[in-house]
Nanobody, 117 residues
Framework: QVQLVESGGGLVQGGGSLRLSCAAS????????IGWYRQAPGKQRELVASITSGDTTSYADSVKGRFTISRDVAKNMVYLQMNSLKPEDTAVYYC???????????WGQGTQVTVSS
């Protein structure tokens, strides 16, 4: 079992920055991939960035060059540094942990990011 708690969301102006944090607890040693997803009103939830247990990172085209995902294994933390924010980035951002051995997914409660124009 894995528990995830996101924090760091808020209201920023276009061009600004935020850093989101995801704190993991429980059987964190079993996590294969951590992903940051977002869901805007009226839109499907989309994967914006991910990092594997081997430190391989991936990004959606819409955020490449602006967002950076990283992890601190010792602290069981994953971060999403968001720079040059645009109003289109406004969404609820969710942290997700995937455990390959059991094909289990665990979700945090989400944190709201609002970027004003």
């Amino acid at each position: 079992q894995v528990q995830l708690v996101e924090s760091g969301g808020g209201l920023v102006q276009g061009g600004g920055s935020l850093r989101l944090s995801c704190a993991a607890s429980g059987t964190t040693f079993s996590i294969t991939v951590i992903g940051w997803y977002r869901q805007a009103p009226g839109k499907q939830r989309e994967l914006v960035a991910s990092i594997t247990s081997g430190d391989t990172t991936s990004y959606a085209d819409s955020v490449k060059g602006r967002f950076t995902i990283s992890r601190d294994v010792a602290k069981n933390m994953v971060y999403l540094q968001m720079n040059s924010l645009k109003p289109e980035d406004t969404a609820v951002y969710y942290c997700n942990a995937w455990v390959r051995r059991t094909l289990a997914n665990y979700w945090g409660q989400g944190t709201q990011v609002t970027v004003s124009s």
